[in-house]
């Protein structure tokens, strides 16, 4: 509808959480947040400050415009003129889901635009946004919030959202270098041995409990064999940071494609610990003492005055 203005709010992430490999999520309390309004012309303004400011596009191929033009495609309507302006706080190439996050915020977007005139329902959603990112895992928490496990099914994608056990402190160390998600992505095998994938399927099951019940066991619960040993020659400070703190105790694994470290401690003391060691490694890092995200992102029409999630 044009002449309509809405604002997104759209939650960090950290998939994968050691041993969950394309299925685990966890949303975190950092957020882009964006205005959009539909224009009565086919203008495109967009204005961005904070992440990525100088880097990011201003035409029709920045990943939030095409999330909005994905979502009026898919409902069979004319996308309007758009004025865009965002305000980025999660850091951009570092794993935590800054891609993920601008899909969603699209395809909220596209949701508040068009209520009235189309219905986005979380399985809608969440198809729209696995087909833009490619696979669920970092759009599911930052649609739904909290701890998701995500699986694509004969249906399409698919989720469940846990609660987290409020015992649960996560925090991030972010480099100020980069890591692309898809050489990343590239360095893991197609085919791994029988043993290790067996012992990832343990620890999977193993986390889900040390996250929603027994935070005790978050230590060997995040152990992993599928990917962080075979990405960690394209990462060497980030490898040596997850280390670092896991032999001084600490539950650090790769942030998502990395190159950030995400500690799941099991208590705001153990985070002070964990950034007191990190603090002794030879490349700097920023911690992030952060919270479980529990409501994912959300939407809000200035005109009705209403908030909605997703």
Do not use: C
């Amino acid at each position: 509808m044009t002449g309509r203005t809405v604002a997104v709010r759209v939650p960090a992430t950290s998939a994968n959480l050691g041993p969950g490999f394309d299925t685990l999520g966890l949303a975190l309390s950092v957020y882009d947040e964006l205005t959009v309004s539909a224009l009565p012309d086919r203008r495109l303004e967009i204005a961005v400050t904070g992440e990525g400011a100088d880097d990011v596009p201003t035409d029709d191929s920045h990943l939030v415009v095409r999330a909005i033009a994905h979502a009026y495609a898919a409902v069979g309507k004319e996308l309007p003129g758009l004025r865009l302006t965002a305000h980025n706080a999660i850091p951009h190439g570092r794993g935590m889901g800054s891609s993920g996050a601008a899909v969603v915020a699209g395809l909220l977007a596209a949701k508040g635009l068009l209520a009235g005139e189309a219905e986005f329902g979380p399985d809608l959603l969440l198809r729209l946004a696995t087909e833009m990112e490619g696979h669920p895992d970092n759009v599911a928490p930052a649609l739904f919030g909290g701890l998701t496990i995500a699986w694509t099914g004969e249906a399409g994608p698919q989720h469940k959202k846990l609660l987290v056990h409020r015992g649960v402190s996560p925090l991030v160390f972010v480099p100020e270098f980069t890591m692309s998600t898809s050489v990343a992505r590239g360095l893991a095998p197609l085919h791994v041995p029988r043993e290790d994938a067996v012992f990832n399927v343990s620890r999977s099951a193993l986390l889900i409990a040390a996250l929603t019940q027994s935070p005790e066991l978050l230590m060997a619960a995040t152990e992993d064999k599928l990917h962080q040993s075979y990405r960690a020659q394209a990462m060497p400070a980030t490898d040596a940071l997850v280390q670092r703190l896991r032999t001084a105790g600490f539950a650090a694994v790769v942030s998502g494609a990395g190159p950030s470290v995400l500690v799941l401690a099991d208590g705001p003391g153990q985070r002070r610990e964990a950034v007191a060691v990190a603090a002794e490694a030879d490349t700097p890092w920023e911690p992030l003492l952060l919270a479980v995200d529990v409501k994912g992102g959300t939407v809000r029409d200035y005109t009705e005055g209403s908030t909605t999630r997703s």
